[in-house]
């Protein structure tokens, strides 16, 4: 079937490709889901962890992997279990043969950027797991470095904040970042990945839909 495809988004996909990344590029969350069972099915990993994203959940892999007794999922967010318990988990999470998660922003030059709370989503990104699937909607594309600093520091981080009620921080009043030093402050540590290495271990899934934070 025919499908148009944001020309950004195909500029944004052949720089990632430039920068040895795999790249897919998918209309929306429904196929980004199929793209990334094909890849789990494919790949047969014995065990498969994730990072907090709203992009990832929207596509439903993880509930579907969570229901699907070939894959262990290692997963550090269940809320009934002690937070000392669930940062033990994500430690095991580090090196899960795959790992999944999302991106805070995309450049058109073909890098990729986030913000980090406790690390736990970026460290297994740059290393670790085998192989890497990274989901972003169209609305996480940006020119350049610049642009994809002033995204986690005006939107990303601010309307993350929003999403835990419990967090004190100035932007949880404000909606916009004042570089806090709160003991709740959710962007402690940024990433950069401007290559993927090895060649090919990380596959970025670009959705042409608005998706996620
Ligand atoms: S540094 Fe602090 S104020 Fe700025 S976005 Fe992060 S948590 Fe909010």
Known sequence: MLTTMNEQIERTAAALRKHHFEVAVVSNA???????????????????????????????????????PRYELIDGFDASMPRPERLEIRRRGLLADLFITGINAV???GTLHWLDMVGNRIAPVAFGPRRVILVAGRNKIVADRREAEERIRTLAAPQNIARHPGFRTPCAHTGTCMDCNSPDRICNTRMEMLRCYPEGRILVILIDEELGL
Do not use: L, Y
């Not at 596509?59 to 969570?66: K, L, N, P, S, V």
């Open 30 to 68: 429904t196929e980004a889901f199929e793209r990334m069972k094909s890849e789990v099915e494919t790949f047969a990993p014995q065990t498969v962890s994730f990072g907090d994203s709203m992009t990832m959940h929207a596509t439903g892999i993880i509930d579907w992997i969570r229901h699907d």
């Open 107 to 109: 450049t058109e030059h």
